[in-house]
């Protein structure tokens, strides 16, 4: 093999990543890009992770992450790169209240009451950080439920002060603008899987069947 351009004394680099989701195949890409010999290995029989798009009639239905929150620049350039397009998701949220839907505005509530949180005092969960609040008992569910379901996190165990510090992070990225990627998040994935492999990366997936047996396909991959 021809050392890399970042080759050092004791060799051309050779970067083994673990896990073929879209964190692994980011970085893999940006090693390629580099010209930096890259081998993911995945132990599940897909690439994507947590991003998984299933396509039925033409629609797609997102099993894992769904939108692009906010503007972040490294996610959208990776999405334009692609030749992939969002669709804007309407800004309106509603819930489901004693039987009706409603109009709720749920983002500014939500940010409202998180920032009370000061992380410059003990840290604690969210329910004894909500405990301490002067809020309405609707207001208190909402965050609770909000919690429980974007941040699939436990109110009696999550920490306050990490809930108040995505909190701030969300608003740096415009948290409240969200879109869906048209083609399906899983279209994103098969991109940075054509790109490593358009640059010399090995993309192998190796599992273990019912039976313990191992598989292992390192070819291009089924999505
Ligand atoms: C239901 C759901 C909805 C979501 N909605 C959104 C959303 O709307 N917007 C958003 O931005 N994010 C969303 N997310 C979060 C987003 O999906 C994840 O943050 C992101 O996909 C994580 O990517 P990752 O590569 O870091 O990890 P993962 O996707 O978890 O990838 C890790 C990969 O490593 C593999 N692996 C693990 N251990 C090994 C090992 N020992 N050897 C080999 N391979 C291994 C796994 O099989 C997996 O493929 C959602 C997540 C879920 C589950």
Redesign the pocket.
Known sequence: MAPSPKAGKAGPANVVI???????LAAALELARSGISTTV????KR?????HTLRHNGISIE???????GRSKPLLDAIQSAELSTQAVPETNRTFENGKLQDTKIWEIISEVLRRVDIHKPDCSIDDFLAGQLLDEHTRALVRNFVTGFD?AHTDRISAHARRRAEYSGEQISMDQQSRVTEGYSALVEYFVREIEARGGRLIMFWLDEAGAPGCIPAAPQL
Do not use: C, P, T, Y
């Open positions: 673990i896990g073929g989701g879209i964190s692994g290995l995945e132990a599940k690439f994507g992770g947590r991003i099993l894992g992450a769904e939108f692009v929150h699939a």
